[in-house]
């Protein structure tokens, strides 16, 4: 029978109702700790489709599309950071597998952090990877006067998203966004492009971007408060690459502990797709340190 997604091998497709939506996630390997994988953009579960496979042959893997991205439910004009991390910690809720190793990389960053913060007793480890926070950076992503992308400020206004982008999601992220970002035809190709605009090219595929970067423009009060009231206790660990000490440098300032950091040099933004082993290696030994 032809799919009309892709898939990998060894991996087994779900839906889970929770909070008011439906995600749809991946899941592979059947021992070890489990492991909660969460998508940047433009991406969806699938820009961990080389890691997957590296992961699982120690770990239970989870791979989800956030809400408003891939094949999980469209998000409404009131999908923010704060609903994101709520939907991952009901998928933990309704996994039953217990408190999670999670992993976030970039515009995630901020939701596996509410997430930590929010509800500690289900994530055993956090790993930020390439992810700034509203309040301690993230926002100057978006000014360009500094060097930021224009883009961010497109996707945060009502309605341009829509208008814009997803008639043409095919050329945006292929043609514009991953070049932009000098990933290689090697790690992200064609059929991979493929993928990733058969869903933001849907009626509101976008919706979940345009939602996560208002909140990245927005929240920066609010997570300062939440640092300060409730830092991350749990083993926290920041995995840079070309984006240099800023992931550490956000969730530093937000954890109680020190954050153990490392750096991938030589690899692009995108390191799950750029370099699935050497971020396998980096994972699977946070996670013993972690469980440890």
Known sequence: MQLDYATITGVRHATAAVNGTRL????????????????????TWWAFRRLIPLLAAHHRVYAVDLRGFGDSDT???DYSGAVAAEDLHALIESLSVGPMHVVGQDVSGGVVYRLAATHPEAVISLTAIESG????????LADVTHGGVWYIGALAAPG??????EKEARAFVGEY???LYGVAPSAVGSDDIAEFARTYGRPGGFAG???????????GDELRALATDAPLRMPVTAIGSSGGGFTYAAFSKVAAEDVTSIQLDGVGHYVAQEAPDA??????GTFARSSA
């Open 24 to 43: 749809h996630y991946v899941a592979a390997g059947d021992r070890g700790a489990p492991v909660l994988l969460v998508h940047g953009f433009p991406e």
């Open 75 to 77: 998000a409404g004009d």
């Open 133 to 140: 926070l509203a309040g301690f950076g993230a926002e100057g």
């Open 160 to 165: 341009i998203a829509s208008l814009l982008f």
């Open 177 to 179: 966004l991953y070049p």
């Open 209 to 219: 971007a345009a939602g996560l970067y208002r909140g990245m423009l927005t929240e």
């Open 279 to 284: 971020l396998a290696d980096a994972l699977i």
